[in-house]
């Protein structure tokens, strides 16, 4: 009897683990005794990381878009058309042209969205990198810049959470590059009671800070724009002038979540080590959607992915798997234009930032070209 | 506190990032004025770090108790 795998999701989870589970059950795609269909939303794949690099132009958007069908094995069926409805009960995602995919095992990847609208006046006052358009518009704005007040401002929750350091060191040498450093001040903010949620990257963080001259201020929950005075509001009461602002979006999962009745805000119950969707054995989830409380970040995803290939591949071949997720992240740090440190850890194990050097980031600029052999499940 | 009706348990033990009062104030964000959320922390620092938040955005702090290897801290969204 054929095994019929669904996989909802093209970003990094769903196409890792697809890729992994093709190569590890090649013999029975070739035998027609497995399955192997990905739903997705868009044809293309896009290298999320890659919009930082966008926003200071050192990376073409062309340069970090790959067609999906490109990445996957041949044997993997693909289909461009959203699923709008996921019917765990009767192990069938319904897409947005009727068409009905029955599954023995589903794997949910189906990410983490911006929601700009949820910050009153967000899109009038403010930037952002975590979009491809959007990045290409900080871009723009600064080239244009010719001095003022940069504030940088953290929604919550919100996925890479070193981006918003990483961007605020390369910041320093971008205005460095171009001259006008002395004409700017740097204004880093941050939702809880440091500068970062990882408490060795946030003691790490703060001399550098105050070397580059960055002022911070933490527990600052931004609340509302008020783009006409280029105001800041926070949960907090206080409020905060710019004249550029640069500010992470909160994020949600993706609205089949919710409309499935699969979870508020559309992350999904995960089981933190077998990363089962709870109450349905046959149901996994990966990368941003899970609810567990980690790093929405592609390490994360890719990580992930590799339990689940692995769990998937030993129930179908062998009735049963032992595979687990320890809860492990990896993260390089871009301090600088020419500097990175690195963090990794895991459920059990703090992270422990590295001193930044050249190497790391040179190893940083290299997987952002290797990341498209991650995808394929080659590295 | 044991008797108070908990709406909404954030279960961050083990969270090294975004961590105990991240998730808290995401939880916070998403939850409807008069939720109970009760938050679930392995960090000592959230003992201190999170009453602080919670009165600083005008919420209410309502208990906070030690369990076996973890804390647990209870507060109620009233606006």
Known sequence: MTKRIVIVGGGTGGTVTANLLARNLYRQ?????????????????????????????????????????????????LFVDPAVRIDRDNNVVITKSGK????????????????????????????HFYEMEAAKKLRDALRKFEGGRIVVTVGV???????????????????????????????????????????????????????????YETLFNMEEIDARNK???????????YDLLVAIPPHKGAPVIQESGMGSDGWVTTDRKLLRNAGYDNVYVVGDTTDLPISKAGSTAHFQSDVVAERLTSEILEGESSSEYDGKVVCFVETGFDEATYVWFNYKTPPKPTPPSRMLHWMKLGYNRLYWLSAKGVL | MSELKIDRTIDARGSACPGPLMELIKG????????????????????VDAPAWIKKVGQEFIDMEEKEGYWRIVMKKIK
Not at chain 1, 59 to 66: A, K
Not at chain 1, 172 to 197: M, S, V
Not at chain 1, 232 to 241: A, I, K, N, P
């Open chain 1, 29 to 77: 795609l070739i035998d027609g005794k497995v399955v192997i269909n990905m739903i997705t939303d868009k044809p293309d794949h896009v290298y999320q990381p890659g919009f930082l690099y966008i926003a200071f132009d050192k990376i073409r958007p062309d340069e970090i878009v790959r067609k999906q069908r490109e990445l996957l094995d041949p044997h993997i069926n």
């Open chain 1, 100 to 127: 009905e995919h029955h599954y023995d095992y589903l794997v949910i990847a189906t990410g983490s969205k911006v929601v700009p609208e949820e910050i009153p006046g967000f899109r009038e006052g403010a930037h």
């Open chain 1, 157 to 215: 929750p919100h996925k890479c959470p070193v981006a918003p350091l990483e961007f605020t060191f390369m910041l320093h040498d971008y205005l460095k590059e171009r001259d006008i450093l002395d004409k700017t001040e740097i204004y880093y903010t941050y939702p809880i009671n440091r500068l970062h949620a990882l408490e060795p990257v946030a003691n790490w963080a703060v001399p550098r800070f105050e070397q580059k001259g960055i002022k």
């Open chain 1, 231 to 241: 105001v800041v509001r926070t949960m907090e009461g206080t409020e905060l002038s």
């Open chain 2, 28 to 47: 916070v964000k998403s939850a409807g004025v008069g939720t109970v959320i009760e938050l679930l922390s392995c960090e000592k620092g959230t003992t």
